[in-house]
C-alpha cells in the first residue's frame, strides 16, 4: 500500500504536536520543513519522533557546496530519519549527504522535480538527468510531483525501484486516483494543508488513508 506522509509545515509548537498527535493513527511518515524548525528549533525534529514514533523527514532541500551538505546533514540527522535534497548542484554535493546517511543509518532523498506550477521553467528540463543520477547514486528515495501525473510516471520509470515521495495531494490539486495507478508500495504521497489546515486533522488524515487502503 502506498503511504501517506503528513507536511507538516505550520508555525506554532503547540500546534504542530496536537496535529501529531491526532493524526499518528493514520499517517506513516511526516515531513518537517524549514517553517517548523525556524520557528521552534531543531530539537522539535525529535520530540514530534518521540511523540508519534514515526519515520521523521527534514524536508530542507540541501543544495550547497558537499563541505556545507556534510555539516547540514549532521546536524539534522542526529534526529531525524532521513533528509530531502537538491540533485541539480551536482554528484558531489548529494555523496556528501549520502557519506553522513550511511554512518548514520538514515535515509537520503533527492528532489528531480518539484509540485508547483514554477518547477516546469527550470527543474522539469533536467528533472530526467536528475533522476538518472539518483538512480546512479542510489538514493533512498526520489521527490516527483503528483500534480504532472505524466512527469510522475515518466520520472519512476526512470528510478526503478527508488521509493517516490510525491507532494501535490490536496491543496495543490493533485490528482489522487491518476497518482495511485503510478505509485507503488513503496511509495509514499505527501499531504499537507489539506490534513492541518482542515477542521479535524484527525478525520482528513483517516479519509486519506482509507484511500490509500481501497486504492481509491
Do not use: W
Request: charged share 30%.
Amino acid at each position: 500500500m502506498v503511504k501517506l506522509m503528513l507536511a507538516l509545515d505550520v508555525m506554532d509548537k503547540n500546534k504542530a504536536l496536537e496535529i501529531v498527535k491526532e493524526t499518528s493513527e493514520y499517517i506513516d511518515a511526516i515531513k518537517i520543513g524549514y517553517p517548523l524548525v525556524l520557528a521552534t528549533d531543531l530539537k522539535i525534529v525529535k520530540e514530534i519522533k518521540e511523540l508519534s514514533n514515526k519515520e521523521i523527514i527534514c524536508d530542507f532541500k540541501v543544495a550547497d557546496i558537499p563541505s556545507t551538505n556534510e555539516k547540514i546533514a549532521k546536524l539534522t540527522l542526529q534526529y531525524a530519519d532521513g533528509i530531502i535534497c537538491h540533485g541539480f548542484v551536482g554528484e558531489d554535493s548529494v555523496k556528501a549527504i549520502q557519506n553522513i546517511a550511511k554512518e548514520n543509518n538514515k535515509k537520503v532523498i533527492m528532489v528531480t522535480e518539484m509540485s508547483h506550477p514554477g518547477a516546469v521553467m527550470f527543474m522539469q528540463p533536467i528533472a530526467n538527468e536528475l533522476a538518472k543520477l539518483a538512480k546512479k547514486l542510489g538514493v533512498d528515495g526520489v521527490v516527483a510531483p503528483s500534480t504532472r501525473p505524466e512527469r510522475l510516471k515518466e520520472i519512476k520509470e526512470i528510478v526503478g525501484e527508488i521509493s517516490i515521495i510525491s507532494p501535490g495531494i490536496g491543496a495543490q490539486g493533485g490528482d489522487l486516483e491518476k497518482v495511485l495507478r503510478i505509485l507503488s508500495n513503496d511509495d509514499y504521497i505527501i499531504v499537507g494543508r489539506s490534513i492541518y489546515n482542515s477542521e479535524s486533522p484527525k478525520e482528513s488524515a483517516k479519509m486519506y488513508k482509507e484511500k490509500l487502503k481501497n486504492n481509491f
